[in-house]
């Protein structure tokens, strides 16, 4: 089957390898040409329309617009996350509807490239920036020789935690995974009411994050092949990270909550977790919280790791801007100059940092001292970035991800759940997943790959 053939194949299938097994939204023809949310400076200009997400967008929208006389960004939030990607592949099956320039989390640029949806923006200068990002977030949005979007936020992780729970009942701030259960272990030992931390069924891209901190690839797959792709979803480091977690689930050393549901942000803030182990994007999610416990003292540390003396830095989550496709070829340079340049200033990144909570990945930003320094009031003052996420971001090397990516979190999440359940060990649950990945794969006219 011809490279060709195949995308068709999967876009005729109603873009299942897009969203899923998840319902699609209505996206009318016009979508893209929706009338802007924001103002636009110069009528005259080239207008580039654009759909993201990001809490206080407009600001930066308007710093773009007051700042380029050619070129002018007609915004709109055409939803979050699934919303966007079910209007999105819509757009794409139907062939038109999509923006010029779309928000799209890392982790899905495969998806939509293999359903040529996006631009390679290598033709049109992008591959010049490579060096004002980190090695791990350039390697996100590059796929062989191309690169589909430009990095904007990331999710280096580290460890959240209850300093004044840890001070009442005695317990070191953990650095290893061995420690980690230790003192799950003590906190129950000593009657604790609550938890160590939470282990959520529905944390697939959570547990994806895990396993490679201990060495697992789980996925692979390259633009340039696009009927191709890799899935060692149950090898010897995955099971290992599955393992350790269905013991500490089997001890009652954690809880199983379904992560951000309403009552998961109660538990999170009332104290029932001594612990939030969080990307970087996790205090400003964290302080963000209603009725938190006023006399909680939280603070920040490195994610516990496997083995101190070779200690693997990891990254769950984080956002990107693509151009997509359908942008006419009359506004393709202006479209990439917005998706490569709105969040390629001291002053964007100013409005996201403090008023968007954003870790950012342009490191004239993340690199500079004003970040490094820069105090949390949620953290008693404490300078998180550099002494937890400044290290993490730049120890993480990139992630593969699944053409599937979504029916892989889906079918992850059960598996998990049934592990929670006491349904299955662990390793029964990561080889029924392999063998339903596969399947799936090979349904949908993917060769597998070793």
């Known amino acids: 089957?011809?490279?060709?053939?195949?995308?068709?194949?999967?876009?005729?299938?109603?873009?299942?390898?897009?969203?899923?097994?998840?319902?699609?939204?209505?996206?009318?023809?016009?979508?893209?040409?929706?009338?802007?949310?924001?103002?636009?400076?110069?009528?005259?200009?080239?207008?580039?329309?654009?759909?993201?997400?990001?809490?206080?967008?407009?600001?930066?929208?308007?710093?773009?617009?007051?700042?380029?006389?050619?070129?002018?960004?007609?915004?709109?939030?055409?939803?979050?996350?699934?919303?966007?990607?079910?209007?999105?592949?819509?757009?794409?099956?139907?062939?038109?509807?999509a923006p010029d320039v779309i928000m799209l989390e890392s982790e899905q640029i495969p998806t939509f490239s293999i359903q040529e949806g996006l631009v390679d923006l290598s033709d049109h200068g992008a591959d010049e920036l490579?060096?004002?990002?980190?090695?791990?977030?350039?390697?996100?949005?590059?796929?062989?020789?191309?690169?589909?979007?430009?990095?904007?936020d990331g999710g280096p992780m580290g460890m959240l935690y209850r300093q004044d729970i840890f001070d009442e009942y005695g317990i070191e701030v953990p650095t290893t995974w061995e420690e980690f259960r230790e003192a799950a272990q003590k906190l129950q030992d000593e009657g604790a009411p609550g938890v160590l931390a939470d282990f959520p069924p529905n944390g697939g891209a959570y547990l994806y994050a895990l396993m490679a901190q201990a060495g697992a690839e789980p996925f692979s797959y390259d633009a340039a092949k696009p009927t191709e792709t890799g899935i060692d979803v149950n090898s010897d480091e995955a099971k290992q990270v599955m393992e350790y977690w269905d013991g500490m689930v089997q001890d009652g050393l954690v809880a199983t909550d379904d992560a951000f549901t309403a009552e998961y942000n109660t538990k999170l803030v009332d104290g029932t977790y001594a612990v939030y182990v969080a990307a970087a994007w996790g205090p400003g999610y964290l302080g963000g919280l209603e009725d938190a416990d006023a006399d909680a003292q939280w603070r920040a540390a490195p994610v516990p790791q496997w083995d101190p003396a070779d200690p693997a830095q990891i990254n769950w989550g984080g956002s990107t801007f693509a151009v997509t496709t359908h942008t006419p070829e009359e506004r393709l340079d202006a479209a990439a100059t917005v998706a490569m340049d709105i969040m390629r200033t001291e002053e964007a990144w100013q409005i996201g940092i403090d008023e968007a909570a954003l870790f950012p990945l342009w490191t004239p930003v993340l690199e500079s001292e004003e970040f490094a320094q820069k105090e949390y009031p949620f953290f008693d003052g404490q300078k998180i970035n550099e002494e937890v996420f400044l290290e993490a971001a730049a120890g993480y090397s990139g992630f593969g991800f699944s053409p599937f990516q979504v029916y892989a979190y889906d079918q992850t999440n059960e598996q998990m759940f049934a592990m929670a359940e006491g349904e299955k060990d662990a390793s029964q649950a990561l080889d029924d997943l392999q063998e339903t990945l596969e399947t799936y794969a090979t349904n949908q006219g993917f060769e597998l790959t070793e």
């Open 1 to 97: 089957m011809t490279s060709s053939a195949f995308r068709k194949r999967l876009l005729a299938a109603g873009g299942t390898v897009a969203v899923a097994a998840a319902a699609l939204t209505g996206c009318s023809g016009s979508g893209a040409e929706a009338t802007c949310t924001n103002e636009i400076k110069n009528d005259e200009a080239t207008q580039v329309t654009v759909w993201a997400w990001y809490p206080a967008f407009e600001q930066v929208v308007d710093l773009f617009n007051e700042t380029h006389d050619d070129i002018q960004v007609c915004w709109t939030n055409a939803g979050q996350g699934a919303d966007e990607y079910n209007k999105f592949s819509t757009a794409l099956e139907a062939g038109s509807g």
């Open 130 to 152: 490579a060096s004002e990002y980190t090695e791990g977030a350039w390697q996100d949005v590059s796929s062989g020789d191309g690169v589909y979007a430009i990095p904007v």
